[in-house]
T-cell receptor
Framework: DTGVSQNPRHKITKRGQNVTFRCDPI?????LYWYRQTLGQGPEFLTY????????KSRLLSDRFSAERPKGSFSTLEIQRTEQGDSAMYLC?????????????FGPGTRLTVT | GENVEQHPSTLSVQEGDSAVIKCTYS??????FPWYKQELGKRPQLIID?????GEKKDQRIAVTLNKTAKHFSLHITETQPEDSAVYFC????????FGTGTSLTVIP
């Protein structure tokens, strides 16, 4: 499968625990995005990278969230001290930035449940 | 920042009829407008997109129109089929993507 992959697919954690998700983008894609999606809503932008540089981060993102893309390939999203409100689907997408538009391709997501 | 509004939130059509979903955006700097289809429990799938230098684009039964002056764009699905039933999201791209809240389309056989 040459598409975007994410691991784990499901994560159940207790409130207060830390969790880390991984995203592997399409190999030639230089942009990588993280989104959060709750039931009945569209994907909400969290952050994105161009190569290894984190270029933008949502103002809605609390300090408990951090993302890295150390070698410009895979990325990790960590949530510290999880809260019940963090329960959502976390989606990763990648694109090849060229010209003025960027077709994004999504991974299958990681569904987080905080109990 | 950008604000994308999408209407209607739910839409039911008879098989074979057309479906139209509309979105408005606020940031005149947005220059790329994709549409995604998301089936229950699956990832969003890009179905069509349009760039700001084009007014209309068509791909078989799916078309998208863009009115930059009015800052709105629409998805048109003709000859709908039951497999078109899904949630559809519009998005607008400036520096980052902003998504609409989705339209749940049901095609009744």
């Amino acid at each position: 499968d040459t598409g975007v992959s994410q691991n784990p697919r499901h994560k159940i954690t207790k409130r207060g625990q830390n969790v880390t998700f991984r995203c592997d983008p399409i190999s030639e894609h230089n942009r990588l995005y993280w989104y959060r999606q709750t039931l009945g809503q569209g994907p909400e932008f969290l952050t994105y990278f161009q190569n290894e540089a984190q270029l933008e981060k949502s103002r809605l993102l609390s300090d408990r969230f951090s993302a890295e893309r150390p070698k410009g390939s895979f990325s990790t999203l960590e949530i510290q001290r999880t809260e019940q409100g963090d329960s959502a689907m976390y989606l990763c997408a990648s694109s090849l930035a060229s010209g003025i538009s960027y077709e994004q391709y999504f991974g299958p997501g990681t569904r987080l449940t905080v109990t | 920042g950008e604000n994308v509004e999408q209407h209607p939130s739910t839409l039911s059509v008879q098989e074979g009829d057309s479906a139209v979903i509309k979105c408005t955006y606020s940031d005149s700097a947005s220059n790329y407008f994709p549409w995604y289809k998301q089936e229950l429990g699956k990832r969003p799938q890009l179905i069509i997109d349009i760039r700001s230098n084009v007014g209309e684009k068509k791909d078989q039964r799916i078309a998208v129109t863009l009115n930059k002056t009015a800052k709105h764009f629409s998805l048109h699905i003709t000859e709908t089929q039951p497999e078109d039933s899904a949630v559809y999201f519009c998005a607008a791209n400036g520096n980052q993507f902003y998504f609409g809240t989705g339209t749940s389309l049901t095609v009744i056989p």
